[in-house]
């Protein structure tokens, strides 16, 4: 199963790609397949970002063929609400290209996924990303947080236990 998961952001998306294939002894095995970063530029305007958005993130979904896309919940801080308009513009766009690909979309809290990444649902980001590049075998500073939130996302999921049995929870 390839698992997209995406960190949405209007400035920078952040998105991972893996892979879980069959159980061994020792469990699931996960294999990074891409991780990366989409970044638009705040003076082309609120379509264009979009646009380039959607635009890169298709081009992932075609090379890839996810059977699944992940996403955080939103979370609104009070102090906050313009930052939670902002991202849901870029959530809005990832969840148009699910409806658009067929590819069901899953989304969990953020306590979720940091709970299931490491074990405690108010880790820091960087706990986040230190247990994520663990998990996939790579060197410390080796993903920018943006790629680390989008893998830790996809991580969760394929920690799932519907997902274990082969039934999707979406």
């Given amino acids: 199963m390839i698992i997209l998961g995406v960190d949405p952001g209007l400035q920078v998306t952040g998105y991972g790609v893996i892979e879980v294939t ?5 469990g699931k095995e996960i294999e990074l397949l891409e991780a990366g970063v989409i970044r638009t530029q705040a003076k082309a305007g609120i379509a264009a970002r979009l646009e ?10 075609e090379e890839f063929k996810p059977s699944v896309m992940t996403i955080e919940k939103l979370y609104a801080h009070y102090k906050h609400p313009a930052t939670a308009i902002l991202m849901a ?7 148009l290209l699910s409806g658009v690909k067929k590819i069901p979309l899953f989304s969990m809290a953020s306590t979720h996924v940091k709970k299931a990444v490491t074990g405690r649902g108010h880790a820091d980001k960087e706990q986040v990303a230190r247990m994520v590049l663990h998990y996939l075998h790579l060197k ?21 236990s519907k997902v274990a049995s082969g039934e999707f929870a979406t």
């Fill in 22 to 26: 069959g159980s061994s002894a020792s």
């Fill in 52 to 61: 380039c958005l959607y635009r890169d993130l298709t081009a992932v979904v």
């Fill in 89 to 95: 513009h870029s959530r809005g766009t990832v969840c």
């Fill in 140 to 160: 410390p500073l080796s993903a920018p947080l943006d790629a680390t939130d989008a893998l830790a996302v996809a991580l969760a999921y394929a920690f799932n």
